[in-house]
Each structure stands twice: as C-alpha cells, then as structure tokens.
Antibody
Framework: QVQLQESGPGLVKPSETLSLTCTVS??????????WSWIRQPPGKGLEWIGY???????NYSPSLKSRVTISVDTSKNQFSLKLSSVTAADTAVYYC???????????WGQGTLVTVSS | DIQMTQSPSTLSASVGDRVTITCRAS??????LAWYQQKPGKAPKLLIY???SLESGVPSRFSGSGSGTEFTLTINSLQPDDFATYYC?????????FGQGTKVEIK
C-alpha cells in the first residue's frame, strides 16, 4: 500500500521560504508510471494544484506560482520536496503531496500539513 | 487556464436518495476529468477518473459520465458515509484545475 507523508515547519514568516518534504513508502518515486504532485487548500476553500515532478527531474508548475515554486526529487531517499519563496498570508493553506498516475488523476494523497504564514 | 464550475455548491439530501452533481469546463477537456470526495480534515479521495472509470475499491453506487465540457457525478442510494464535499478536476491541459466543490449535506 502506497503511503505519502508531508513534513516541514507549520509556521513560516512572511517573505521567507516555505519548505516541505513528502516521503513515499510502499512505492518508488523512480517508477516511470507516476508523477509526484503538490496541491494546497486554504482554510475553508477549494483545491489548487501547485505542480508536479517526474523521477527524471522534469517539472510542470502552475503559472500562477511558477516564479516562486521549486519542486525537486531525491530518489535515494524516496522523497520529493516543495519550496515556495516570498510567502505571504495568502499562502497559508493545508499542503498535500500526491501521486499522479501518468500526469492525470491523483490516486494517493498524503494526510496534509497546515502551513501558516505569520510573523 | 481552464475554469471548472460545479453545481450546485451545496446539496441537501437524505439517505437513500439519488444525487447528481454537475461539472462544466470552460473549454473541451475530452474525458480527462476526475472526481474526488473530501471529508473534513481529510485528504481528497479519488472516486472516478477519465470521466467514467471507477477507481478500485470505490463503491459501485458512484458513477461518472460526460465528455467535452459537461460532466456529472451520480451517487445512487446515498449512504451516511457519503456526506462530504465533492470536487471535479480537469487534467486535459496544464495547469490542472479543480471545481469549487459541492457539499452534500444531510437533509
């Protein structure tokens, strides 16, 4: 059974960089069948796709966040990571990592982690 | 970006009811649509992919249909466990986008 688990600080100061890691168990980020994604959900609001990475390092980001987002993969640790720079209160959200089946639907999700941007 | 619009935003129903949620895309997305169920404090759960394919382990009372710009999620004989928020998501063209959600409440 594939499991994903997000980890990282729950509080980030404005203008700083949000950094999260997703650890994958029960499966490999090296699998060529899947893409590895980040999605966020502001409190009480809907879902926003941030972007994905392929095991080769190829990425695809949402244009609305592209200038501030970096997603990377560490195949040796079976992890992938999200960095979001210059954060503001508008970036406060629950951040989810997920597995995309061939850059399509997301079939496995982490439990989510709340990141609050506040001084 | 492709805009996804769900209706209704909230739906009140009783156990045993047949429920239909609509999702409209701002342009054709062929059949590249997924449906998710989300309960409070939990991650979304994939129900349907490619508009009408049932994800493994999902009860058969859930079904999806549609293509192009109009899609529906139907729940036959609503069960207590089905009260949740449902989202559609297109993956025809990047960036992937979600509908705003439909909350299914107990009547």
């Amino acid at each position: 059974q594939v499991q994903l688990q997000e980890s990282g600080p729950g509080l980030v100061k404005p203008s700083e960089t949000l950094s999260l890691t997703c650890t994958v168990s029960g499966g490999s980020v090296r699998s060529g069948s899947y893409y590895w994604s980040w999605i966020r959900q502001p409190p009480g609001k809907g879902l926003e796709w941030i972007g994905y990475i392929y095991y080769s390092g190829s990425t695809n980001y949402s244009p609305s966040l592209k200038s501030r987002v970096t997603i990377s993969v560490d195949t040796s640790k079976n992890q992938f990571s999200l960095k979001l720079s210059s954060v503001t209160a508008a970036d406060t959200a629950v951040y989810y990592c997920a597995r995309e089946v061939g850059a399509t639907a997301m079939d496995y999700w982490g439990q989510g982690t709340l990141v609050t941007v506040s001084s | 970006d492709i805009q996804m619009t769900q209706s209704p935003s909230t739906l009140s129903a009783s156990v045993g009811d047949r429920v239909t949620i609509t999702c409209r895309a701002s342009q054709s997305i062929s059949s590249w649509l997924a449906w998710y169920q989300q309960k409070p404090g939990k991650a979304p759960k994939l129900l349907i992919y490619k508009a009408s394919s049932l994800e493994s382990g999902v009860p058969s009372r859930f079904s999806g249909s549609g293509s192009g710009t109009e899609f529906t999620l139907t729940i036959n004989s609503l069960q207590p466990d089905d009260f949740a928020t449902y989202y559609c998501q297109q993956y025809n063209s990047s960036p992937w986008t979600f509908g705003q959600g439909t909350k299914v409440e107990i009547k």
